[in-house]
T-cell receptor, first 110, second 112 residues
Framework: KNEVEQSPQNLTAQEGEFITINCSYS?????LHWLQQHPGGGIVSLFM???GKKKHGRLIATINIQEKHSSLHITASHPRDSAVYIC????????????FGGGTRVLVKP | NAGVTQTPKFRILKIGQSMTLQCTQD?????MYWYRQDPGMGLKLIYY???????DKGEVPNGYNVSRSTTEDFPLRLELAAPSQTSVYFC???????????FGPGTRLTVL
């Protein structure tokens, strides 16, 4: 069983819909990261969080440390949000070595 | 700031050839990383460094070598290229332990 599990693996939405991606992990962590990889291949860090909730534009990330679970929400989705979203954790015992989830491929149709 | 830069963007190697993938960051970050991403798969850590002169193996180090003589540069060396090393290679850096990692644009390598 992978230490970081993401669901769903693939998601198709219509423009304007609310999107939720889930991430569950099994190890103690220092922080959780959400990354975005565009079709061109570049990887961008969206959020790093260790508690609570963070918001940036139409993106919201939440984490529940007790339940070892995080969600990434995209409000009012747009075709330019089409990308692979990757959850990664910094394990408490090896914080600088990220453990990655398998990614969620999101397609937003106009 | 340019952030993290990688060269080359693309490269085709023959089996047995060697090459160095270059990575430079201008953010004065202590931590640097090399990852590979195989088609349709997730990122895997090859090597990392926590500062100049210090390097350590990641999850998939076989077939690669690294050095960290300066804070800015973290080159990845492939000595005897094999088809299994066909992948996209990403370099990343972070200020400290468990901090946000900043990724370079990647190098797409094909070994034939």
């Amino acid at each position: 069983k992978n230490e970081v599990e993401q669901s769903p693996q693939n998601l198709t939405a219509q423009e304007g819909e609310f999107i939720t991606i889930n991430c569950s992990y099994s190890v103690g962590i220092s922080a959780l990261h959400w990354l975005q990889q565009h079709p061109g291949g570049g990887i961008v860090s969206l959020f790093m969080l260790s508690s609570g909730k963070k918001k940036h534009g139409r993106l919201i990330a939440t984490i529940n440390i007790q339940e070892k679970h995080s969600s990434l929400h995209i409000t009012a989705s747009h075709p330019r949000d089409s990308a692979v979203y990757i959850c990664a954790v910094s394990p408490r015992m090896a914080g600088n070595k990220l453990t990655f989830g398998g990614g969620t491929r999101v397609l937003v149709k106009p | 700031n340019a952030g993290v830069t990688q060269t080359p963007k693309f490269r085709i190697l023959k089996i047995g050839q060697s090459m160095t993938l270059q990575c430079t960051q201008d953010m004065n970050h202590n931590y640097m990383y090399w990852y590979r991403q195989d088609p349709g798969m997730g990122l895997k850590l090859i090597y990392y460094s926590v500062g100049a002169g210090i390097t350590d193996k990641g999850e998939v180090p076989n077939g690669y070598n690294v050095s960290r003589s300066t804070t800015e540069d973290f080159p990845l060396r492939l000595e005897l290229a094999a088809p299994s090393q066909t992948s996209v290679y990403f370099c990343a850096s972070s200020r400290g332990n468990a901090d946000t990692q900043y990724f370079g644009p990647g190098t797409r390598l094909t070994v034939l």
